[in-house]
């Protein structure tokens, strides 16, 4: 009687082709990282930067972006925030901006569509307020059409309704250069004088605050126009000694913070906004902190053969603690020791001894979470860490082998203990950016 082995089905097909290929992706230390794409504006934003700086023109990485911005344009004509979504006024104004910068002709069929979209929906001047704080460094709009920001928000008492330690790590690497930006209210350089006033319905210098948006409150909207209103009037009468001490505190902050080649905060905005806050106090190319800032973006481009991109950040932490979450649903013996390797990258990556923003509400906790990047020190990150303990403990239970369990301690009072503090992290990656 001959025994006849039954065939896989097409999903033990499928997990050995999904196995072979974590396998084929791992690097060589052991992690693994993937693409993290986002949407249209930090390509977008890529391009603007390098004009606003007047960097020499790559014209093989600009023709690369363009082709990839004109990819990812939607049927209605402008760009969305994800794949197939809905039209997004401040992300088609920034790509078609990018586009001209590049070279496209305005009257291109793409950039048309483009064009047309924006009007019909009320203009450039719908933009969301960072994309007119783009269009103010540009010259395009005035700051009036801006809310005020002053910088002098960095020595605001902890007791204050607004603090910096409030809000996101995010929000606040972003925000913290960008208040020097407004305070010193810089022109770019863009020397091709690329302009974009057909985007707008009305004359763009006589654009004044965006009206109330319909899902916003009445209350809170009148509340923060009165805000702006007293700032506005007393922003400029505050004293020069006070502004002065305000910058330098901004600029300490950013500079303790930079992170070196990683970037501030490890995401595209908050390092964007960093070079140009050093740029607009006069850092020269060469100086030690803007040039680490600006060598901190590059990393973060991803080139193809005929297209490329800018990340918003890289997340090989998540990646690898995924990945051997996926392969220890496989459980066999080559999978959990590949997931060995990824651990071990892992365990060298936990952060034990700076003890970042969030030591402000938790003095007593000591450091021991991982971050969402390859190096983020001062923002660990709530999910990361819980994956990466999950992984650890499934595999410290498989074999006994591996041993992840030393530093277990650090690793629940270090990261879930940061948990109430200044949700440090807590992984929700915009897919819009902050800056221009």
């Not at 305000?246 to 501030?264: D, I």
């Not at 190096?375 to 082998?401: E, G, I, K, W």
């Not at 203990?417 to 990656?429: E, F, I, N, Q, V």
Request: charged share 20%.
């Amino acid at each position: 009687m001959n025994c006849v082995q039954p065939k896989s089905s097409a999903v033990d097909q499928s997990i050995e082709a999904a196995t072979r290929g974590l396998f084929a992706l791992q690097q060589p230390d052991g992690h693994w990282v993937f693409e993290l794409e986002a949407d249209a504006t930090i390509p977008a934003e890529y391009i603007l930067l390098r004009h606003y700086l007047a960097e020499p023109v790559d014209n093989v990485l600009e023709a690369k972006i363009a082709a990839y911005l004109r990819r990812v344009q939607g049927e209605h004509g402008g760009w969305p925030l994800f794949h197939e979504g809905a039209f997004d006024m401040s992300a088609s104004v920034k790509a078609y901006f990018a586009l001209k910068m590049i070279g496209d002709s305005v009257d291109a069929p793409h950039m048309a569509r483009a064009r047309a979209a924006i009007r019909a929906r009320g203009g450039a001047s719908r933009s969301n307020v960072f994309t007119r704080v783009m269009l103010a460094l540009f010259g395009f709009i005035g700051w009036r059409a801006v809310p005020v920001m002053p910088v002098e928000i960095m020595l605001l008492p902890k007791w204050f309704p607004f603090h910096l330690e409030k809000v996101s790590y995010w929000s606040r690497t972003v925000i913290v250069p960008l208040l020097v930006l407004m305070a010193l209210q810089p022109r770019a350089r863009n020397p091709g004088r690329v302009a974009i006033d057909e985007l707008f319905l009305e004359p763009p210098q006589t654009i004044g605050l965006a009206p109330k948006a319909p899902q916003q409150k009445a209350a809170w909207f009148w509340f923060f126009r009165a805000v702006d209103a007293v700032l506005r009037f007393a922003a400029p009468r505050f004293p020069k000694r006070l502004r002065q001490r305000a910058m330098q505190c901004a600029v300490s902050w950013v500079t303790e913070r930079l992170n070196g080649e990683h970037g501030l905060g490890a995401i595209f905005p908050a390092m964007a906004n960093s070079v140009m806050m050093f740029d607009a106090l006069g850092y020269a190319d060469g100086h030690p902190h803007r040039a680490i800032a600006r060598r901190s973006i590059e990393k973060l481009l991803a080139l193809r053969d005929h297209e490329a991109y800018c990340q918003p950040c890289v997340s090989p932490v998540w990646d690898t603690a995924l990945a051997c979450h996926s392969l220890l649903e496989v459980g066999s013996d080559q999978a959990v020791t590949q997931v060995r390797k990824g651990l071990e990258w892992l365990a060298a990556k936990q952060i034990l001894e700076l003890k970042g923003d969030w030591i402000a509400r938790r003095p007593d906790v000591r450091p021991g979470g991982w971050a969402f990047q390859y190096a983020n020190p001062h923002y660990p990150d709530v999910d990361d860490t819980a994956v990466v303990v999950m992984a650890m403990d499934r595999a410290q239970r498989l074999s006994s082998q591996d041993d992840f369990r030393a530093s277990s301690p650090r690793r629940t009072n270090g990261s879930w203990g940061c948990k109430a503090t200044t949700r440090l992290g807590a992984r929700s990656m915009p897919t819009t950016s902050t800056t221009i």
